[in-house]
């Protein structure tokens, strides 16, 4: 199968980190949705990061719905999402929350880098960085009672999305997302940042 799309995407990020703590083989083909759009398109008209091509040819795309379909391909014991229904349930809570932060990011990231700064309405602008600091202050208590990980001593889908969104934050909108104010993500953040899966896949 083959990954297209940009590793400063968190969505793209989230996905290669993924496949790898599950074990499954993947090329990545860094395809921007801006500097390589016809390329992109050829593949996948919508141009679309993260899009995964399957080994059938089928194009799929949405890393919630991407990471869906591969869970469903590995063995029960390498699947990054809780198996019984308590332990999912916290788990999607929290990618629920990531992804809205990721949202909000790129949103942010978007609104100061592509629109001219006369097009800007700063009322929009103030209502995203509060959604987005939002989610992050609901992540944070999650983040500080992690032990060593978001739910116990399994790393998990949870933690990868978290760990994305926040790492995404901190490098585009860290002054909309003071890293002052989130001692226990910042922690967090640096223990899953060593791990292997995610030193091999930078965002930068």
């Known amino acids: 199968m083959v990954l297209l799309g940009m590793l400063d995407s968190?969505?793209?990020?989230r996905v290669a980190i993924c496949l790898k703590l599950m074990?499954?083989?993947f090329e990545h083909r860094p395809l921007s949705v801006?500097?390589?759009?016809?390329e992109f398109r050829k593949v996948n008209p919508v141009v679309k990061a993260p899009s995964l091509v399957c080994d059938d040819g089928t194009?799929?795309?949405d890393s919630t719905l991407i990471l869906d379909h591969v869970e469903t391909l590995v063995d029960p014991a390498r699947r990054l999402m809780p198996a019984d229904v308590a332990g999912r349930r916290e788990a999607l809570r929290l990618v629920g929350l990531a992804m809205a932060a990721c949202e909000k990011c790129v949103q942010i990231f978007y609104e100061r880098s592509t629109r001219p700064p006369e097009k800007r309405h700063e009322p929009w602008v103030a209502r995203v960085v509060?959604?987005?600091?939002?989610?992050?202050?609901?992540?944070?208590?999650?983040a500080g009672r992690a032990n060593p990980w978001l739910q116990g001593e399994r790393f998990?889908?949870?933690?990868?999305?978290?760990?994305?969104?926040?790492?995404?934050?901190?490098h585009y909108d860290a002054a909309e997302v003071p890293a002052a104010d989130y001692p226990a993500l910042v922690a967090y953040?640096?223990?899953?940042?060593?791990?292997?899966e995610f030193a091999s896949t930078p965002l930068d």
């Open 34 to 38: 801006f500097r390589t759009y016809d």
């Open 189 to 196: 953040s640096r223990r899953a940042e060593a791990l292997p």
């Open 23 to 25: 074990g499954v083989a």
């Open 130 to 142: 509060e959604q987005a600091n939002a989610a992050f202050r609901e992540l944070e208590p999650a």
């Open 10 to 13: 968190p969505y793209v990020r």
């Open 59 to 61: 194009v799929l795309m």
């Open 156 to 170: 998990n889908a949870a933690d990868v999305a978290v760990a994305c969104a926040w790492r995404f934050s901190q």
